[in-house]
């Protein structure tokens, strides 16, 4: 069904122009007017008491007419009255649209024709739909507060009309003129409903979010509030029970510590300047606790205090000796030490790299340094960091920043002058969060560390009281300049008289009373303690010794908790039935004399060990085959080896057609270990010559030495190393560059009576005591 709104208007109507309003039809409003215009609006009216009011579209200029909108609303003037303080009120009712068609007259007032608008409108399901949408916009706005009056309601409620109801909404919805002009010009209901819906929609999500802000607001504001008000109670009380305010007692000794603390004068002006501003800061703030601990640490931190340096070197000897057998030079370094700290009080601190195998004692050594000097001991291990802000900490704009190790560390000990041990210095890693090896160049660096300044604490702190010390199994990996910070003390490996006396003095005590034997301690005797080095254990340090020592004490306390008899001595029998089959066997006594194979000697961050170069040759085409997971060095050793011997091979009575048609193969065995160095190259000659010859190696003979392409023997690291390696696999005699005689100071005498050295200058005089 549709229907059509239908009136009679006269041909001629008066027009009166508006600019700050838009009048629909079932609008009922006021109109406020001065005397002059409310004077012109009577004079203008017929008897009808009907007017057109249409928007201009802009400013009225005197003397012409407005440009008037197409579309205005045709209005009954339900009152006029005038106002007792001057002007006068029109109240006007809006019946209908109407589409002004032109101006009939402009004197005295302007007169229009214009025909109505006539609206048709069908009920269907979507208009119905619109219409119940929007009653449930209209009280989703109420329920946000938005005012509208009762009677508005219930006429919306009762309204099906989706003309009607859209002019009525459009009232309620505070649109811009130009959009109300827009909806008033909208001929099609439905079209001008679905308009409203859409401004209407907007104006609740509007609403909506206004309503959540506004009560999240109220509840801070409460929440402040509140918080307010319980703390003046608290005040109240603590005045009337005679406390104090807690705040103002952590205040006060706050400020007490700064005083106390002993800090420079740059440092107090800071300190100071942060107390103010937290004092100003709600303590519920994140903010106060940011602050707060700042000023925790500044307070903290040792500015001034230090331990009192033991001064009496013969205590501190006494103390080394009892902690630690041997490690002469290291010992040495500490006294000299602290003889120059008892001449001269103020002196910076050393810089100190234990490098060496493991289990060597380069850890429990710095215990030893602290107790001998009587100071703090600090313990960091650097081992797989990777985060520049460990050593130097972060920026407190960081949400859960800290000072870096370093710092806190200190912090923790309370003492200035501690001994800090960097463990692992070797193992450092890199990674996008910065080089930590590049941020220890300055802790590390006695012309730059006393004015280190941590990220965090962003004041400058003195390190040079500390007494740094670093360990290491290998100097290769650490940076030139870090290395080039530190004075490197090297700790070789032990014989095994000195693995013995360390069991005796230090492991056996230890493992009898951590494995609860004390009550009954075994004794250990001596051949069982050698059983042990030399069958279970191949190492340059005593850890696995101890393991081993460790594992007889369980077994011994085992037998004890069953009942069985009590073994009162420890024999290699014992040890045998304890620790089962031997682990490692004598390799060079077991073997044999052979052709092309020699036995060489390695250095390996965990100590010394001897290696078997062996040499083949087969039909080929004069290849060289390498294998053993040899290193790009060893390859090259071996290729100058070769080179050498086919230059020189008169020498050695091959016959020059011995590399035809032939490839030679040189294997390292113990493949899947990696292998690298130029030390290897006296062997790898030996073995070709004693391949080619035919002459036996003598497998009692351990060589190791650098070869140059004339057959020059050049010098080697870790002669030490080497040699204990070479008595511990029952080497009898070791061939050595005479540039490396001078390292034999270093080797304890007992091990230089059991080995035959024989020093060359050439591959010559190294083939000659290696071959038969």
């Not at 910076?348 to 850890?363: D, M, Q, S």
């Not at 710092?407 to 002058?417: A, H, P």
Request: hydrophobic fraction near 40%; include cysteine; charged fraction near 30%.
């Amino acid at each position: 069904m549709s229907e059509s709104v239908s009136i009679s208007v006269p041909a001629v109507l008066p027009l009166f122009p508006l600019r700050e309003i838009v009048a629909f039809p079932y609008m009922i409003f006021p109109l406020f007017l001065k005397d002059d215009e409310l004077t012109a609006f009577e004079d203008m009216l017929g008897h009808e008491q009907m007017v057109v009011l249409a928007r201009t579209r802009e400013e009225a200029v005197p003397g012409q007419t407005p440009q008037l909108c197409e579309i205005g609303t045709l209005c009954k003037v339900n009152q006029i009255y005038r106002l007792p303080e001057g002007g006068g009120k029109v109240v006007l009712e809006g019946v209908v649209r109407v589409r002004i068609l032109d101006v009939a007259d402009t004197l005295p007032h302007i007169q229009v024709r214009c025909e109505v608008v006539h609206e048709f409108f069908e009920k269907s399901v979507v208009s119905e739909a619109l219409v119940q949408s929007l009653n449930a916009l209209l009280k989703i706005a109420l329920s946000y507060g938005r005012p509208l009056p009762d009677d508005v309601m219930k006429m919306i409620d009762l309204i099906d009309n989706p003309a009607r109801l859209a002019d009525l909404v459009a009232l309620y919805v505070n649109l811009p003129l130009d959009e109300q002009q827009r909806l008033l010009e909208t001929v099609d209901p439905l079209e001008r409903l679905k308009k409203v819906y859409m401004h209407l929609t907007a104006e609740v999500q509007r609403l909506q979010v206004k309503g959540e802000v506004q009560a999240e607001v109220t509840r801070r504001v409460g929440k402040s509030q509140k918080e307010y008000l319980l703390r003046e109670q608290m005040k109240q009380i603590q005045e009337e029970l005679g406390e104090e305010d807690p705040r103002g007692t952590e205040m006060t000794e706050l400020r007490s510590r700064i005083q106390n603390a002993g800090m420079p004068d740059e440092v107090r002006k800071i300190a100071d300047k942060e107390l103010k501003r937290l004092d100003r800061i709600n303590p519920s703030s994140p903010e106060y606790t940011v602050a707060r601990t700042y000023l925790d640490y500044l307070a903290g931190m040792p500015w001034g205090r230090s331990t009192a340096d033991n001064h009496d070197i013969n205590q501190a000897e006494a103390v080394l000796d009892e902690d630690h057998y041997d490690l002469k030079k290291v010992k040495e370094r500490i006294l000299e030490y602290l003889a120059v700290r008892t001449l001269r009080e103020r002196m910076k601190g050393p810089i100190l790299c234990f490098v060496g195998p493991p289990g060597v004692g380069k850890t429990s050594l710095g215990k030893s340094i602290a107790r001998a000097l009587g100071r703090k001991f600090i313990r960091m291990s650097l081992g797989g960091m990777r985060d520049e802000a460990e050593i130097r900490g972060h920026r407190r704009t960081y949400i859960g920043a800290l000072p870096g190790r370093i710092i806190q560390e200190i912090f923790r000990c309370g003492s200035n002058n501690p001994v800090f041990m960097l463990d692992e210095v070797d193992k450092i890693g890199l990674d996008f969060r910065g080089d930590p090896a590049s941020a220890l160049l300055e802790v590390l660096d006695p012309e730059q560390n006393s004015t280190f300044t941590d990220h965090y604490l962003d004041v400058p702190f003195d390190l040079s009281n500390v007494m740094f010390i670093t360990t290491a199994n290998l100097l290769d990996p650490v940076p030139a300049a870090l290395k080039d910070r530190m004075e490197v003390i090297r700790l070789s490996g032990y014989t095994d008289e000195e693995k013995e006396k360390i069991a005796v003095r230090y492991l056996i005590p230890k493992e009898v009373e951590e494995n609860g034997l004390s009550a009954t301690p075994p004794a250990f005797a001596s051949a069982a303690i050698y059983k042990i080095i030399g069958d279970y254990t191949r190492e340059a340090g005593v850890r696995n010794l101890q393991r081993s020592i460790a594992s007889v004490c369980r077994k011994v306390a085992k037998e004890i908790t069953q009942g069985k008899p009590l073994r009162e001595t420890i024999t290699p029998e014992v040890v045998e039935e304890f620790l089962g089959p031997r682990t490692f066997f004598n390799e060079v006594a077991a073997e044999q004399d052979r052709v092309g194979v020699v036995t060489g000697l390695a250095w390996t961050e965990t100590g010394g060990d001897i290696l078997f170069v062996e040499a083949t040759r087969m039909k080929g085409k004069r290849d060289l085959i390498l294998t053993g997971s040899l290193g790009d060095v060893m390859k090259e050793s071996a290729r100058t080896a070769l080179s050498y011997v086919r230059a020189t091979c008169a020498d050695w009575g091959i016959d020059e057609g011995a590399f035809e048609d032939s490839d030679l193969h040189i294997h390292v065995p113990a493949g899947a270990i990696p292998k690298d160095g130029p030390s290897a190259g006296l062997t790898m000659v030996t073995a070709i010559v004693s391949l080619l010859s035919g002459r036996p190696a003598r497998r009692d003979v351990a060589m190791t030495g650098e070869i140059s392409l004339t057959g020059r023997a050049l010098a080697i690291g870790g002669l030490k190393e080497k040699v204990l390696a070479a008595r511990r696999a029952g080497v009898k005699t070791v061939v050595a560059p005479s540039r490396n005689r001078e390292n034999l100071e270093d080797i304890p005498d007992d091990v230089k009576n059991e080995l035959t050295f024989i020093f060359v200058d050439d591959v010559h005089e190294a083939v000659a005591a290696a071959l038969q």
